[in-house]
């Protein structure tokens, strides 16, 4: 069994993670034909893999995955945020997320041996954020899809089809 410092540090990753789940649903199908699209569309095929991988692990340690309703709250106004505050938002996002990177980084060598492969993989696609968002913020839309096509290959999968408005296509996941 996990220790009680790892499961309180893993509840909120995995409130973390229904956060931006919601955020970035809400923000891809509000920015669709927007140049920002292709970052929130593709951390929105990325939070898709997490929350298959997170509930899993949460159901094995114990712990609900449902996100609260301050989490609920709290996703609804940030993906509320105008197109021109866009740049500033993930600007301030990527900041966060770079320190929360090392807080995860902690979080993996007090966590269970035994789930290494996991905890591995929850540094890695907070790395991937941060690759992403960088992209993003160099106005280098055209790659980030490329860039998570790399990650979401090397653990088995194919790229989600998770579509919104017009565009939307069955989801192979």
Same mark, same amino acid.
């Given at each position: 069994?996990?220790?009680?410092?790892?499961?309180?540090?893993?509840?909120?990753?995995? /409130?973390? !993670?229904?956060?931006?789940? %919601?955020?970035? @649903? =809400?923000?891809?199908? =509000?920015? &669709?034909?927007?140049?920002?699209?292709? #970052?929130w569309k593709t +951390?929105?095929?990325?939070?898709?893999?997490? $929350?298959?991988?997170? &509930?899993? /692990?949460?159901?094995?340690?114990?712990?609900?995955?449902?996100?609260?309703?301050?989490?609920?709250?709290k996703a609804r106004l940030?993906?509320?945020?105008?197109? #021109?505050?866009?740049?500033?938002?993930?600007? +301030?996002?990527?900041?966060?997320? %770079?320190?929360?990177?090392?807080?995860?980084?902690?979080?993996?060598?007090?966590?269970?041996? !035994?789930?290494?492969? #996991?905890?591995?993989?929850?540094?890695?696609?907070?790395?991937?954020?941060?690759?992403?968002?960088?992209?993003?913020?160099?106005?280098?839309?055209?790659?980030?899809?490329?860039? $998570?096509?790399?990650?979401?290959?090397?653990?088995? @999968?194919?790229?989600?089809?998770?579509?919104?408005?017009?565009?939307?296509?069955?989801?192979?996941?």
């Amino acid at each position: 069994m996990p220790s009680k410092a790892f499961l309180k540090g893993f509840r909120h990753e995995l /409130a973390n !993670r229904s956060f931006a789940l %919601i955020t970035v @649903r =809400r923000m891809a199908g =509000r920015l &669709e034909g927007d140049a920002w699209f292709a #970052f929130w569309k593709t +951390y929105w095929d990325l939070e898709v893999l997490n $929350a298959r991988r997170y &509930e899993a /692990a949460a159901l094995i340690w114990g712990l609900d995955p449902a996100p609260g309703i301050a989490t609920r709250l709290k996703a609804r106004l940030v993906s509320s945020v105008p197109r #021109f505050l866009m740049r500033s938002l993930v600007a +301030y996002v990527h900041r966060e997320t %770079i320190a929360y990177a090392g807080w995860l980084r902690d979080l993996r060598k007090v966590g269970p041996t !035994r789930a290494s492969t #996991f905890l591995d993989y929850m540094v890695e696609q907070e790395d991937l954020q941060i690759e992403l968002m960088r992209l993003a913020l160099e106005g280098r839309h055209g790659e980030i899809a490329a860039r $998570a096509e790399d990650f979401f290959l090397r653990y088995g @999968r194919a790229v989600p089809r998770v579509g919104f408005g017009e565009r939307a296509v069955a989801s192979g996941n």
